[in-house]
């Protein structure tokens, strides 16, 4: 009897090249996902390569790319192939964290909650998982192979990124998962690249971000004026989620041709991914996970700190209200 993976494949032509597409604006998951998926696909015969929209924003998830060696195609490339088959990884069109397809949408594998139908021949989306990467290892165990050191490797990165080291959102499957990978690849290295860090000249550019925030009900959004870091971004938003009247945080950076925004999310009916998208619809793009998600603004279409704060609290309760249409329901 087949399993979820003998599904995939059996929509697959072997004929066609195969692209795995990461959710816009990928993490470490997300790539990990994909690069576990390319190498299992390669190793049944496929031609698979990985491409992603958006931005490479995290200087982490770069150092990744780079110490795993892992190959990515422009999205603009990827687009080219003729007869490709998609499958999206760690995110999906129907949750609004992929905005475009290259090729034809023929999969989608993730762990996020989706309320729109998937229109795809293939979906696998379990909901319990906290990393993507474990529904790629639960591929790898399907079919009784045992990944190499790099997948493992990047495997292992994710779901060590996703799940906070074990702490949020963590089923048995990823805990089995990360049992496995920890003694198949570099536990050194994937916590290397996943561990943000920061330097001492940047205490004074975290001081500005508290300066003047916008506050608004449980939502904030503090602006830096300058061109920093997206991990900076990064652990600036965190530590706004951690103000105990916060639920949604917002850090946006204005500096350069490109202003960079981190969000983070733990209200179960804000979609961080989803929220940025849309709160960015028009001067630039985003997307993301439901609990953090990131994007890029042109600078000469920047509103100001007030209005892109209103965009996002506008957005935000929206969505309060249809969720509470929905329970009234």
Avoid at 222 to 229: I, K, M, R, T
Wanted: glycine content about 10%; aromatic content about 6%.
């Amino acid at each position: 009897m087949g399993g979820r993976f003998q599904a995939l494949i059996g929509i697959l032509s072997p004929e066609r090249p195969v692209l795995v597409q990461t959710h816009d604006f990928p993490d470490h998951d997300a790539l990990g996902a994909a690069y576990g998926l390319c190498e299992l696909l390669r190793r049944e015969g496929f031609s698979c390569s990985i491409t992603y929209g958006g931005r490479i924003q995290s200087i982490s998830l770069g150092a990744m790319i780079s110490k795993l060696s892992i190959t990515l195609e422009e999205f603009t490339e990827a687009c080219e192939h003729k007869g490709a088959q998609t499958i999206v990884v760690d995110g999906s069109p129907a949750g609004a964290t992929v905005q475009s397809v290259a090729g034809t949408l023929v999969g989608v594998v993730d762990h996020h909650p989706t309320r729109k139908k998937i229109d795809a021949p293939f979906a696998d989306i379990r909901e319990d998982m906290g990393a993507c990467s474990s529904i790629v290892w639960t591929y790898w165990l399907e079919r009784g192979l045992t990944p190499d050191k790099i997948t493992a490797t990047a495997l292992l990165a994710g779901i060590e990124l996703d799940t906070e080291y074990l702490s949020r959102r963590v089923s048995k499957t990823d805990l089995d998962a990360h049992a496995a990978l920890y003694f198949l690849g570099d536990k050194d290295i994937a916590r290397e690249i996943v561990h943000t860090s920061l330097t001492l000249e940047q205490l004074p550019q975290i001081g500005k971000a508290f300066s003047d925030p916008i506050v608004q009900g449980n939502f904030i959004l503090a602006e830096l004026d300058g061109d920093y870091s997206s991990e900076l971004l990064s652990v600036l938003a965190d530590f706004l989620l951690r103000l105990r009247e916060i639920t949604f945080a917002v850090a946006v950076e204005t500096g350069g041709d490109e202003y960079r925004v981190s969000a983070r999310s733990r209200d179960p009916a804000l979609d961080a991914g989803a929220v940025v998208a849309k709160a960015l619809s028009g001067i630039g793009c985003g997307g993301g996970h439901s609990h953090m998600a990131g994007g890029i603004i042109r600078s000469e279409r920047y509103p100001g700190k007030g209005e892109l704060a209103e965009r996002f609290a506008n957005i935000i309760g929206s969505a309060h209200e249809t969720d509470r249409q929905a329970d009234r329901g």
